[in-house]
């Protein structure tokens, strides 16, 4: 069965660099997501994707955060500076525009972010 | 905004008893009804969804949740647990925009 997948697995950075957090996607989907959960806090919503342009932010997702896709398979969340409070497992979803089932969203195993 | 809660932050429980995890959400429009569970050490599955039809959804494992529109409630549950079914389990909404909110999760903890 198709999976997402992310690398790495974990991921420990000083404060003020640049992380880059890797997934990819099933193939056939086009819809692209983000979240995040903060260890004793909810899954929140990040970022979502599609056709090659940001469809909705949160508010989380300040001008620290960017999204991209370099090439066909790649989905990547770039933090530009790292903060303390950016530590968190970050978790990449995709979903299939082709069956019209655009809401079942299949995530990845995640990114445990440490910012040191 | 959309927001959901799930009532119980951690369950322990015998095998062989019967498992109910609540949630409710608030959005006064129609949604999109998910429980994924994470088993330790893996990630996040879809264990059943309900976009519309009948309430009552059949999910994989044995797992049921029902939709109570007038509570605004969709409530999973299990006859008989395993101890297979150790697990954190999350409730989640998706309303215009596809994204999902999601309840601050229900760790369950089942004793063999």
């Known amino acids: 069965e198709p999976e997402v997948t992310q690398t790495p697995s974990h991921q420990v950075t000083q404060m003020g660099q640049e992380v880059i957090l890797r997934c990819v996607p099933i193939s056939n989907h086009l819809y692209f997501y983000w979240y995040r959960q903060i260890l004793g806090q909810k899954v929140e919503f990040l970022v979502s994707?599609?056709?090659?342009?940001?469809?909705?932010k949160s508010e989380i997702f300040d001008d620290q955060f960017s999204v991209e896709r370099p090439d066909g398979s790649n989905f990547t969340l770039k933090i530009r500076s790292t903060k303390l409070e950016d530590s968190a497992m970050y978790f990449c979803?995709?979903?299939?525009?082709?069956?019209?089932?655009?809401?079942?969203?299949?995530f990845g195993p995640g990114t445990r972010l440490t910012v040191l | 905004a959309q927001s959901v809660s799930q009532h119980n932050h951690h369950v322990i429980l015998s095998e062989a008893a019967s498992l109910e995890l609540g949630c409710n959400y608030s959005?006064?429009?129609?949604?999109?009804l998910f429980w994924y569970v994470q088993y330790p050490g893996q990630h996040l599955q879809l264990l059943l969804k309900?976009?519309?039809?009948?309430?009552l959804v059949k999910g994989i494992k044995g797992f049921e949740a029902e939709f109570i529109k007038s509570k605004f409630s969709f409530n999973l549950r299990k006859p008989s647990v395993q101890w297979s079914d150790t697990a954190e389990y999350f409730c989640?909404?998706?309303?215009?925009?596809?994204?999902?909110?999601f309840g601050g999760g229900t760790r369950v903890l089942v004793k063999p």
């Open positions: 979803a995709s979903s299939d525009t082709t069956s019209g089932d655009t809401d079942t969203q299949y």
């Open positions: 989640a909404v998706s309303a215009a925009g596809n994204k999902l909110t």
């Open positions: 959005y006064g429009g129609t949604v999109n």
């Open positions: 994707f599609y056709n090659n342009e940001i469809s909705e």
């Open positions: 309900y976009f519309s039809g009948d309430p």
